[in-house]
């Protein structure tokens, strides 16, 4: 039996995946329980190696899968002693698992055998493990660990090594090739097909037979016949450098420009009018195309006058290629220029792709890592390979290795609050999920609510009826959810902003807890749409009020039940006779315009639906006839002084506190722009002589 352990042991080293170390109950001598565990090897220190290194543990190879609760340990504090020898922990059983890991029960309270993966690990022959047994497992891989470790000084890496490649890591391995880049695959291959065939579908007008149309409603990511191209996504994941790449590629030349540079719409039309007409000539005398490319069009702020409708004007009148890049694609800003865009959306790459290209970084700088270190930290840069080479680099300049242990200590300080990587929307379904909240701490729920205390508790009662199997759960959410009604008004009303962590605890925080499970799809709050509404119905009922002016008595609520209900029965009445003078004379009597009928006096009613039917129902010709009528007879003349003084006065009109304007140009515009239409009246007036 020992020779037959010995040999197992030895083609256990020689093999790929390190056998599980599971304590028997028939066999509990250390000596054969040493042999079994591969020893860490010695990190090497050359420079100079190419090949791919990284550090090994006991149970380097080995997946192991949680479930249940433990007594004596938490599961997170489980997950990481487990990566910190080396294994790899996943949430579902396969047949790449090495060990189910299970406490007595679940966190449902059912018996550890009625899981799914417990099933799972029967049916596919994994092996499985109590609390007993992993506290044995545990306390052999301690006791083996201190035995094994000796005393050694390990050799610092000088702080700037000599031969090594000037510039930062995140020059260094940027990509230099399309195929370099880090995901998105998908929407690299739809840029560079769109920039290929951009002038035989803009210049030459051969239109892609594809209707830019999803569901009834225009979508901008389908819109490939478009003249720009608009890259979204996270800061840090490539869009830039993808924009530059794919114009190398096909042999463009970069104008580039940052729109968070420019302040008005005369800074951005001014260089990109010339640009967006021409392209360029080398000192050969070969003519090149030109591309342009407009970085950060989402951090335009609210000083920038007519910034975005200069850039959709460049869009529309173009002759080149061009390439809008921006981190927020929600903004309001992009909503009239994604219409005119390609709209191509960036993601982050996952973490299986980083930590396989950080692994090739890290092997040819010489340093030996860990796959679940590495792993760890993209996880806590948010995918950010950025951020993520500026750590790596700053600790090669320190230590050749790295180590899962070593960056759960000493790495806190780098990572990305994970709440700042949250909207509002994702926070608001992860405070519905009842198993997603009990591994947060207070804190961290109240601060999921603190992302957007308006927005959220609004999110939370539009949803929290869809994961409720249970009335009194249900009940008591109702409760908390009424509640916080209350303190949201106590604090709007009275200004009691120090109730802020209350509301979202009986708004937010206990509604999650007593819910069941997040809605597969989250519904928008109808409070918003109900909101405006009431808004705009309110502002009607004023300027009505104010049209009525001192012919009637009366509140707004009396306007609203009494006047408007009678002037729009009597004006109605009138039509469906066809009595225009008659409907013309009672609508001059209470300053009523055609315009203040169609949209005060049937908004304001309440069958709105049942009398905008009724107006419909009425012929076109008869509507027609009443607004002519009404024009004729009682146009007021301050409307039309109103408008020629709208019609003189420039759009763009400048504010001297934002920008200067030369003295004299104003006037020359002005004098160009009057003398358009005289022109054309002239033209007008000699052609009918001559006819």
Not at 117 to 146: C, P, R, W
Request: proline share 5%; net charge positive.
């Amino acid at each position: 039996e020992k020779q037959d352990s010995d040999t197992e042991s030895l083609e256990s080293e020689h093999s790929n995946k390190a056998p599980l170390v599971r304590p028997s109950e028939e066999v509990k001598k250390p000596p054969k329980r040493t042999a079994q565990i591969p020893k860490k090897p010695k990190p090497s220190n050359t420079k100079n190696t190419k090949k791919q290194t990284s550090s090994q543990g006991p149970l380097t190879g080995q997946t192991f899968v949680i479930t249940g609760n433990f007594n004596n340990i938490k599961r997170e504090e489980l997950t990481d002693v487990l990566k910190s020898y080396g294994a790899r922990v996943t949430g579902n059983v396969s047949s790449k698992t090495t060990c189910l890991l299970h406490g007595e029960t679940l966190e449902d309270g059912r018996h550890y055998t009625e899981g799914n993966k417990f099933k799972k690990a029967k049916e596919l022959g994994t092996k499985t493990m109590d609390e007993s047994q992993l506290e044995e497992l545990l306390s052999h891989l301690i006791q083996t660990e201190t035995k094994q470790t000796a005393p050694q000084t390990i050799p610092q890496k000088p702080l700037f090594p000599v031969g090594s490649p000037s510039g930062l890591w995140t020059t260094k391995y940027s990509p230099k090739t399309v195929e370099d880049i880090i995901g998105n695959s998908t929407n690299v291959e739809k840029l560079i097909n769109w920039l290929r065939d951009w002038e035989s579908v803009v210049l030459k007008q051969n239109k892609k037979n594809i209707k830019p149309v999803a569901k009834g409603r225009f979508d901008p990511s389908m819109n490939v016949n478009a003249k720009a191209a608009l890259l979204s996504g996270s800061p840090g994941i490539g869009k830039t450098t993808t924009a530059r790449l794919v114009a190398k590629g096909l042999n463009y030349n970069i104008v580039e420009m940052n729109a968070s540079d420019v302040r008005s719409k005369k800074q951005i039309l001014e260089p990109l009018t010339a640009t967006s007409g021409s392209n360029s000539l080398t000192r050969s005398g070969s003519v090149v195309k030109t591309l342009l490319i407009m970085d950060e069009i989402d951090g335009m702020s609210s000083g920038d006058r007519g910034g975005t409708q200069a850039l959709i004007q460049i869009i529309k009148d173009t002759k080149i290629p061009v390439i809008c890049i921006c981190n927020d694609r929600q903004s309001t800003k992009l909503k009239s220029l994604a219409n005119y865009c390609f709209d191509i959306r960036f993601t982050k790459p996952n973490k299986v792709q980083l930590s396989k290209k950080v692994l090739e970084i890290l092997s040819n700088e010489g340093v030996s890592a860990e796959p679940n270190a590495v792993e760890h930290i993209v996880e806590m840069s948010g995918n950010d390979i950025r951020q993520i080479l500026t750590t790596l680099e700053m600790w090669a300049r320190s230590s050749n290795t790295l180590t899962y242990t070593q960056v759960k200590q000493s790495a806190k300080g780098s990572s990305k609050d994970p709440v700042t990587m949250l909207t509002a929307w994702n926070a608001g379904s992860k405070l519905l999920s009842s198993f997603e909240l009990r591994k947060l701490t207070h804190k961290e729920r109240i601060d999921l609510f603190f992302i957007d205390y308006d927005f959220i508790p609004l999110y939370i009662h539009e949803n929290y009826l869809s994961g409720f199997s249970d009335l009194n759960k249900l009940a008591d959410a109702a409760d908390s959810i009424a509640f916080s009604d209350l303190i949201s008004k106590k604090i709007r009303t009275d200004g009691e902003w120090s109730l802020l962590p209350q509301l979202g605890q009986f708004g937010a925080v206990q509604p999650g807890l007593l819910c069941g499970k997040p809605p597969s799809f989250g519904k928008f709050p109808e409070w918003f749409g109900k909101f405006s509404t009431q808004r705009k119905n309110e502002r009607l009922l004023r300027e009505t009020k104010h049209y009525l002016g001192g012919l009637i008595s009366g509140d707004n609520e009396s306007v609203l039940n009494e006047y408007v209900p009678v002037l729009y029965k009597m004006v109605i009445k009138l039509l469906k006779e066809n009595s225009i003078e008659e409907a013309v004379e009672v609508m001059h009597q209470y300053n009523i315009s055609p315009e203040v009928l169609k949209e005060h006096l049937i908004s304001l009613q309440f069958a709105t639906h049942t009398v905008e039917t009724e107006f419909k129902n009425i012929p076109t010709k008869t509507k027609t006839s009443l607004t002519k009528a009404y024009n004729s007879h009682y146009k007021s003349s301050l409307q039309k002084v109103k408008k020629k003084k709208a019609e003189a006065t420039p759009k763009d009109n400048f504010d001297p506190e934002i920008e200067e304007v030369p003295p004299g140009e104003s006037e020359e515009e002005e004098q160009e722009v009057e003398a358009v239409p005289k022109i054309k009246k002239a033209t007008k007036k000699s052609t009918k002589k001559k006819k």
